[in-house]
């Protein structure tokens, strides 16, 4: 199979500056599943669920919108989209069901290992080159994020907040370690950028840079919101 063949991901192959606009996915089976949830999300007499209907939201804007496509030539978008599900959808998930008791630690290290797996150059390869690998993808980063949040939702204060520091100093070693990469790790886009006059190693690096520095920040706000309250309720404690 020669590379123009190989590498044609589930949002289609890379498009060019002049086309991107028009990319939008209309996947049959993806717009019954969203059509679904929006049925179960917006039925009348459903008790409103205003988290899950802002991640529907995010998920209809990264998975049919030209932001798809774009995440087939850009490693950067792909990188994009995976901290949208992993720091906006996962949470928004995690606050929109029932809350749940799980391990903390446990799930840390899941989604943590997960995230980590899908940026490694084979398994993200093996995904842009499978449909099924590429859904497999999509759904474990959602998952174990989800639950990890829950994790962190139903957990002490002080122990929310330390697996939320250590989510954020992992996810900012892995950005690193893809920001000084001496040369392009990821082969499904050696070519995919040229046509926007982007090196691959320049989108990695902002890639990397976008993983390590906006998504440290926002772990790190998370826990400064879980600190503040925490001591807000404190401080509501010594009052009384």
């Not at 498009?15 to 049959?28: A, F, H, M, V």
């Not at 790790?185 to 320049?202: C, D, F, N, Q």
């Not at 440290?216 to 600190?227: D, F, K, P, Q, R």
């Not at 401080?235 to 009384?240: C, I, M, Q, S």
């Amino acid at each position: 199979m020669d590379d123009a063949r190989r590498w044609i991901p589930y949002c289609g192959e890379a498009p060019g500056p002049s086309e991107w606009l028009g990319r939008w996915n209309l996947d049959p089976v993806l717009l019954a599943a969203l059509a679904l949830l929006a049925l179960a999300l917006w039925w009348p007499g459903a008790k409103p669920r205003v988290a899950l209907r802002w991640a529907w939201a995010l998920a209809v804007l990264l998975y049919v919108s030209p932001l798809c496509a774009l995440s087939s030539a850009f490693f950067t978008v792909r990188v994009a989209h995976h901290m949208a599900l992993v720091l906006a959808i996962a949470p928004l998930a995690a606050f929109g069901l029932a809350p749940r008791r799980v391990p903390l630690w446990t799930s840390t290290a899941v989604a943590t290992a997960v995230f980590w797996l899908w940026h490694v150059p084979a398994p993200y390869a093996a995904a842009l080159s499978s449909n099924a690998i590429y859904a497999l993808m999509q759904l474990s980063l959602l998952a174990s994020a989800t639950v990890f949040w829950m994790a962190v939702r139903r957990a002490a204060p002080a122990a929310a907040m330390g697996a939320i520091l250590v989510t954020m100093v992992l996810m900012g070693l892995l950005g690193a370690l893809i920001l000084f990469a001496a040369q392009p790790l990821y082969e499904p886009h050696i070519a995919s950028t040229l046509a926007w006059g982007v090196s691959p190693l320049e989108d990695q690096q902002l890639a990397g840079l976008l993983m390590w520095a906006p998504g440290s920040l926002a772990y790190l706000a998370a826990a400064l919101a879980i600190g503040w309250r925490w001591l807000q309720a404190e401080r509501g404690l010594k009052a009384a």
